[in-house]
Structure formats: C-alpha cells, structure tokens
Nanobody, 123 residues
Framework: HVQLVESGGDSVQAGWSLRLPCHIL?????????MAWFRQAPGKDPEGVAY???????RKRYADSVKGRFTISGDMATIYLQIDNLKPEDTGLYSC?????????????????WGQGTQVTVS
C-alpha cells in the first residue's frame, strides 16, 4: 500500500519562497520509479510542474512555465519541490505523485499514486 503525504503549503506574499516535502511510504524496489509534482489552480485542470526518476539525479524535467523557479529533488522516501520567487499565478493545490514502471511524463493520467495535496496561496 503506497501513501504519499505532502506538507509545507502556506499563504505567502509574492517573491517569497516555499519548500514542499512529500513523504512516500510503501514504494519498494527498483530505481525505475519516478516521482512528480502537480498543481491545480481553482477552476483549472491539473498541471504537471516537474518530475524526476529515482535513479539519476540528472533525470528531471520541468514544465516551461516553472523553469528557473521550481526545483525538484529527493529520493524514493521523500521528494521536495523548492519554489522561488512565488507569483500569484502559482496559487493552487500542490500534489505529489509516483509510479513504479513505464515512461514518466507531465501528463497526470500516467501516474499511479497520489497524495492529498497541500495548498499554496500567493498574494
């Protein structure tokens, strides 16, 4: 049974930074796992912002909209999303996700396991 638990969301002012941890329980095995962060703004579809493979710290991908401000890091136990220079358009529910095989992408449909999310509000 895989569980993902996010935290770190807050109401902050534009220009601030946040670091969101996601604790992952129950993932066992190979380095083919990958982990990701998604966000969903009110009234919009979920958007993939970043993913990484468990093996190979250099195997990461970011959405064009967040490049240069968002950084994903971590391992199979905990992943982090560092968000710098927050903007009002970054407001949303941030969720982490994991999958244990196959190709990883920013498409939310391909992910197997999800957390409940943590709210980030930027004013």
């Amino acid at each position: 049974h895989v569980q993902l638990v996010e935290s770190g969301g807050d109401s902050v002012q534009a220009g601030w930074s946040l670091r969101l941890p996601c604790h992952i329980l129950g993932l066992i095995g190979s380095n083919s796992y990958c982990m990701a962060w998604f966000r969903q703004a009110p009234g919009k579809d979920p958007e993939g912002v970043a993913y990484m493979y468990a093996a190979g710290a250099d195997r990461k991908r970011y959405a064009d909209s967040v490049k240069g401000r968002f950084t994903i890091s971590g391992d199979m136990a905990t992943i982090y999303l560092q968000i710098d220079n927050l903007k009002p358009e970054d407001t949303g529910l941030y969720s982490c996700a994991a999958k244990d095989s196959g190709v990883c992408s920013l498409n939310p449909a391909v992910w197997d396991y999800w957390g409940q999310g943590t709210q980030v509000t930027v004013s």
